[in-house]
């Protein structure tokens, strides 16, 4: 399935302290561009075989990866979020459980080992990064979503509301 450009939903112009060439330029280059990237990287997941495909071929999936990969076998996918940074949060992946990175004991071995996992964080640095490398350290097949939930919002990837339901302090 190819993916379509999306349109801008918001008038560049009118954004004060920003210049809307460079907003438009931005919009048309940059995310133009990647979209020919990411049918691309959507027609070659097509035809590789998860089981028997190098590793380096399957680490460290892009965000762009993400999305295509959730269409064909869907990860296990965790929000990792520090207690401090709660409240800043209001969305996230539909089908991601929100766990706290410090409370990994209580949680990672009810995750499966027969499916890959894909972590993210706000920003796709420390948290996911530390919490992959721990789940790996233990057996699972776990990678990080490069940027975070900030660069999925970039890419306009669709959001729930956030549920702290399953939070454990």
């Excluded at 965000?63 to 520090?82: F, T």
Aim: aromatic content about 6%; overall charge neutral; glycine content about 8%.
């Amino acid at each position: 399935m190819a993916i379509s450009v999306r349109p801008l939903l918001f008038k560049p112009h009118c954004l004060n302290g920003l210049s809307d060439k460079l907003l438009v330029s931005h919009y048309e280059n940059n995310y133009g561009g990647a979209l020919p990237r990411l049918n691309a990287i959507e027609a070659k997941l097509q035809t590789l075989d998860w089981s028997s495909a190098p590793v380096f071929e399957i680490n460290g999936t892009k965000r762009e990866e993400l999305i295509a990969a959730m269409q064909r076998e869907p990860p296990v996918l965790l929000d990792v979020c520090l207690t401090d940074d709660l409240d800043r949060r209001s969305d996230m992946l539909e089908g991601a459980a929100l766990q706290n990175p410090d409370t990994i004991d209580r949680w990672a071995q009810t995750l499966p080992r027969d499916r890959p996992i894909a972590v993210y964080c706000i920003y796709g640095f420390q948290v996911s990064g530390n919490t992959v490398a721990e789940l790996r350290r233990r057996g699972h097949n776990a990678r990080s979503l490069k940027g975070g939930i900030a660069a999925w919002h970039a890419i306009g990837g669709r959001t729930v509301p956030l549920d702290r339901g399953g939070y454990d302090r």
